[in-house]
């Protein structure tokens, strides 16, 4: 249990679905972020909030959409997604600000495009 | 962002110790050394970070070199459960990278029985 649960675990979908894929952090934390994790390459770092406001997006399509309510729960939206897409999804949460805070992560979902 | 090198595979045999190294010979002044694992079907794990000083917490020891060039995760006894991807990866403390993690490969780790 590491304080960070995603839903679901196992996401399987058409090019043309609309889905969503959600976190949700119980240790008080206030940066969320979300990163892919691909098969036979490192994770990868797709958008980071801060106090809800995001601060960073790494050149990521336009048809993952996230967003952040508030410091506890992160979403990301889907739409029209294609088979590369295909991958683990990763959700993680930390303390704002320094190098010396640890990220929490989830388990993941696993992303099926078919 | 600074860079590290690790090998990309070790073995181990199970309650021997594991010395993992990392280069990361373009270290700044102000990134933290952070290492993570990752265990089969899981999200990566945090283990335990440093700036110059070696440090010791409940699941391993980091090693750092006087230069800072290179450091050392030492798993005292390693088990069964300590089969993973280990990350080594630096943290900027200042600017706007807000202590993002940049992950490489990682050194995938067997342990024997």
């Known amino acids: 249990e590491t304080g960070v649960t995603q839903t679901p675990r196992h996401l399987v979908m058409g090019m043309t679905n609309k889905k969503s894929l959600k976190c949700e952090q119980h240790?008080?934390?206030?940066?969320m972020y979300w990163y892919k994790q691909s098969a036979k390459k490192p994770l990868e770092l797709m958008f980071v909030?801060?106090?809800?406001?995001?601060?960073e997006n790494n050149s990521v399509p336009s048809r993952f959409s996230p967003e952040c309510p508030n410091s506890s729960h992160l979403f990301l939206h889907l739409h029209t997604l294609q088979p590369e897409d295909s991958a683990l999804y990763l959700c993680?949460?930390?303390?704002?600000?320094?190098?010396?805070?640890?990220?929490?992560f989830g388990d993941g979902t696993r992303l099926s495009i078919l | 962002d600074a860079k590290t090198t690790q090998p990309n595979s070790m073995e181990s045999n199970e309650e021997e110790p594991v010395h993992l190294p990392c280069n990361h010979s373009?270290?700044?002044?102000?990134?933290?050394i952070h290492w993570y694992r990752q265990l089969p079907s899981q999200g990566p794990e945090y283990v335990i970070h440093?700036?110059?000083s070696n440090v010791n917490n409940r699941m391993a020891s980091l090693a750092i070199a006087e230069d800072r060039k290179s450091s050392t995760l030492i798993l005292h006894r390693a088990t069964l459960r300590d089969a993973a991807v280990y990350y080594c990866?630096?943290?900027?403390?200042?600017?706007?990278?807000?202590?993002?993690?940049?992950f490489g490969q990682g050194t995938i780790l067997t342990v024997h029985p």
């Open positions: 993680a949460s930390s303390q704002v600000g320094t190098g010396r805070q640890p990220q929490h």
């Open positions: 240790l008080g934390h206030n940066a």
């Open positions: 909030y801060n106090f809800k406001e995001q601060t």
């Open positions: 373009t270290i700044s002044g102000t990134d933290y």
């Open positions: 440093g700036l110059t």
């Open positions: 990866i630096l943290r900027d403390v200042g600017g706007t990278s807000y202590g993002k993690l940049t």
